[in-house]
T-cell receptor
Framework: EPEVTQTPSHQVTQMGQEVILHCVPI?????FYWYRQILGQKVEFLVS????????KSEIFDDQFSVERPDGSNFTLKIRSTKLEDSAMYFC??????????FGPGTRLTVT | KQEVTQIPAALSVPEGENLVLNCSFT??????LQWFRQDPGKGLTSLLL?????REQTSGRLNASLDKSSGRSTLYIAASQPGDSATYLC????????????FGSGTRLQVQP
């Protein structure tokens, strides 16, 4: 069964460094998302992406964040200058147009 | 602003018991509601999707109902098994054209063998 994949599974970085999280959505899906879950808190929406542009973003998704679909298969989330409060599990999701979102296993980002 | 609440926060039951997990949302203008399962430190597995026009959806031992006007959904798990132990999350999508999901904080289920 097709699934969303994410790499790396765990990323440790120092405050102020740039990180890029990688996702491969399900093939032929059209909508792509990033969510995050800070330890012990709710899953929160960050951004949605469709037709090679951001279609929606939350208040969390400020200028420090960016997304890109550099080729036909990858979808990336970049955090330019990480802060301690960016430590969280980041989930990528994709949707094929039938309104059901499929999530990847997540990347645990630890900022020290 | 949509708020999603799940009760109870945690539940422990003996194997074989039928159980109900509750989800409520403050804004009834939803497009659909999705139930997920999350194992510790893992991703979210989609269990059931209910469109706003539907009253319930079934998958195996799982049955989800939706009462949109009262802002409630329930997830019924029949004949629970230890392998059902996980956190169950519900999430709603608004009917405004936005596609973002708003999540509840989940119910942590432990099924005792």
């Amino acid at each position: 069964e097709p699934e969303v994949t994410q790499t790396p599974s765990h990323q440790v970085t120092q405050m102020g460094q740039e990180v890029i999280l990688h996702c491969v959505p399900i093939s032929n899906h059209l909508y792509f998302y990033w969510y995050r879950q800070i330890l012990g808190q709710k899953v929160e929406f960050l951004v949605s992406f469709y037709n090679n542009e951001i279609s929606e973003k939350s208040e969390i998704f400020d200028d420090q964040f960016s997304v890109e679909r550099p080729d036909g298969s990858n979808f990336t989330l970049k955090i330019r200058s990480t802060k301690l409060e960016d430590s969280a599990m980041y989930f990528c999701a994709s949707e094929g147009g039938f309104y059901e979102q499929y999530f990847g296993p997540g990347t645990r980002l630890t900022v020290t | 602003k949509q708020e999603v609440t799940q009760i109870p926060a945690a539940l422990s039951v003996p194997e074989g018991e039928n159980l109900v997990l509750n989800c409520s949302f403050t804004d009834s203008a939803i497009y659909n509601l999705q139930w997920f399962r999350q194992d510790p430190g893992k991703g979210l597995t989609s269990l059931l999707l209910i469109q706003s026009s539907q009253r319930e959806q079934t998958s195996g031992r799982l049955n989800a109902s939706l009462d949109k006007s009262s802002g409630r959904s329930t997830l019924y798990i029949a004949a629970s098994q230890p392998g059902d132990s996980a956190t169950y999350l519900c999430a709603v999508r608004a009917d405004t054209g936005r596609r973002a999901l708003t999540f509840g904080s989940g119910t942590r289920l432990q099924v005792q063998p």
